[in-house]
RNA sequence: UCCUCUUUAGCUCAGUUGGUUAGAGCAUCUGACUGUUAAUCAGAGGGUCCUAAGUUCGAGUCUUAGAAGAGGAGCCA
């Protein structure tokens, strides 16, 4: 006797085959019909007990949430809706569940209560699809960077250097925050924290990629990001998973070209290897749509949004392109934008992307060169002086994926820039010291892991696609 | 951080111009039934109406302040 998974179980066209399995019981029906689930797959496998030969008290202790070991025969199903189920010879029950206290009930239940019962809401189809979906999506990052002749690189979390410039982060220290020293211009003295130095949780890796980028030629980061603003929206999380790679010798068509590539073989991925969990998340989200007007409900579905991504090609536009055809459309001219794009260098708003991406082009967008000014420092000036050589990932529902550049290789433009901003070049010498010994045209991008996980399973809130979310005032489990 | 909305039973929600004992569905429990698919049928239990202060003869309902959650915005990935 061998103890299997349920979805192995289910795969099996053998019958008559004594069994083991162990799992947690969904709902059992009729005191007879255990629907059992151990994780492996989206579906359940029915164990059928002969209840006039088993104990009521052991009857009474099979209710949803139980942990229990079955033994028994697999055999063809005699009922409706299932291929085999296992006619069960023995049950043990390995841990109660008691059904007056237990959360998750047979029942639908709002994602806001789930997110309050994260540490039990994988026990749901909906939240065991999603992260199985997520697990499969990171091994599919690693996969295609692998294959793709990349070096993986961990980057430091802990950070010395404050220039990074991507946002609000979140300071790291041991010195005692009621009664911390202080130096003779009256503020704190980190001369005397752990590190001697100012330090915090990392905002991106992108900087320290770059240095192995220009000695190893290609590599990439994939790891926890934190951001300390106060952002409270269903696209952002205080601590998420960044994908960063970074190439030597590689400009920003060919870093465009790296990131779509990426893309659809991840998104490839899942749809060969988690067929049952994507369908399962499709047929929730015609379900949902079916209780919205019909002018809301999407044109397609969700493997079919996943299956055009892979077949089709992302959408290059330059910033100056965007600009014009966002100038001359109708929710412009008439006003309808709560910012109107009156002239080049514009900062686009997400109601503008929002149009480029679900209304005009109706596919993934990249756009590109961007004026500098709205940009970071470390991006590469182009010749006419005025833009840069940055892309942008624009997805349909869910706002920007990507963020690339390719990044400045020339010591002098770097240091003017650099100054510009008061950036002092002493927190980045090493930064530097790339443009001072053999400096090369090199590219990268940062890829939000949770952005790519809400467009793979449909969900809406970033706060429902990792297992613990870091949010403002939230840090529960 | 800003704007809008929400907070009532374990869950999802209703609750009229302020008025007796705050309701429904699901869940749970009890009983019936037993090849069911979120089983079905009958019955029962279950309430700090988010918190605090106020107005009033009387507040779930009105006012003020606060907390939490959601949606949108900004910022970004």
């Not at 990439?220 to 999380?237: C, D, I, K, M």
Request: glycine share 6%; net charge negative; charged share 30%.
């Amino acid at each position: 006797m061998n103890t299997n998974t349920v979805s192995q179980l289910l795969a099996k066209d053998q019958f008559g085959l004594e069994i083991e399995i162990k799992g947690w019981v969904r709902t059992f029906r009729a005191k007879r019909f255990i629907a059992l689930n151990d994780g492996s797959t989206i579906n359940n496998i029915q164990c059928v007990v002969d209840f006039e030969n088993t104990s009521e008290e052991t009857l009474k202790r099979i209710t949803t949430g139980a942990a229990v070991h079955i033994k028994g025969e697999l055999v063809e199903s005699q009922g409706k809706g299932q291929k085999v189920e296992i006619v069960v010879t023995s049950i043990e029950i390995l841990g109660d569940s008691d059904p007056e206290n237990y959360p998750i009930q047979p029942k639908k239940h709002s994602f806001e209560f789930l997110r309050e019962n994260a540490h039990l809401r994988t026990r749901t189809n909906t939240f065991s699809a999603v992260m199985r979906l997520r697990s499969n999506l990171s091994f599919a990052v690693h996969k295609y960077f692998t294959e793709n002749g990349f070096y993986n690189m961990h980057t430091p979390i802990i950070t010395g250097s404050d220039a990074e410039g991507a946002g609000e982060m979140f300071r790291v220290t041991n010195l005692d925050a009621k009664n911390p020293p202080v130096n003779q211009e009256g503020k704190v003295d980190f001369k005397e924290d752990f590190f001697g130095k100012e330090t915090n949780l990392t905002v991106s890796g992108q900087l320290e990629a770059e240095t192995y980028a220009m000695s190893l030629g290609k590599v990439y980061t994939f790891g926890p990001t934190f951001r300390a603003e106060n952002s409270n929206t269903s696209r952002h999380l205080s601590e998420f998973w960044m994908i960063e790679p970074e190439v030597a010798f590689m400009d920003l068509a060919g870093n465009m070209d790296l990131a779509e590539d990426f893309m659809k073989s991840v998104i490839n991925y899942i749809l060969e290897n988690n067929k049952e969990d994507l369908e399962f998340l499709e047929n929730r989200l015609l379900d949902e749509e079916k209780t919205k007007p019909q002018s809301q409900r999407s044109e397609m579905s969700l493997i079919e949004k996943l299956k055009f991504v892979v077949d089709n090609n992302f959408k290059r536009v330059s910033y100056t392109e965007a600009i014009e055809i966002l100038r001359n459309s109708k929710p412009n001219k008439k006003k309808k934008f709560n910012y109107i794009i009156e002239e080049w260098g514009a900062d686009l708003q997400s109601e503008h992307e929002r149009f480029l991406v679900e209304k005009h082009f109706k596919c993934p967008v990249i756009l590109f060169d961007y004026p500098a000014n709205i940009k970071a420092f470390y991006m590469r000036l182009n010749e006419d002086g005025k833009t840069v050589r940055a892309m942008d990932i624009l997805f349909p529902g869910i706002g920007e994926m990507v963020g690339g550049s390719q990044r400045e290789e020339r010591l002098d433009v770097l240091k003017e820039k650099m100054a510009a901003l008061d950036i002092p070049e002493e927190e980045l010498w090493w930064y530097l010291d790339l443009r001072k010994y053999g400096t090369a045209v090199h590219s990268g991008f940062g890829l939000g892991f949770e952005r790519l996980v809400m467009f793979a399973t449909g969900m809406t809130n970033i706060r429902d696609v990792i297992p613990y979310p870091r949010t403002p005032q939230n840090a529960e489990f």
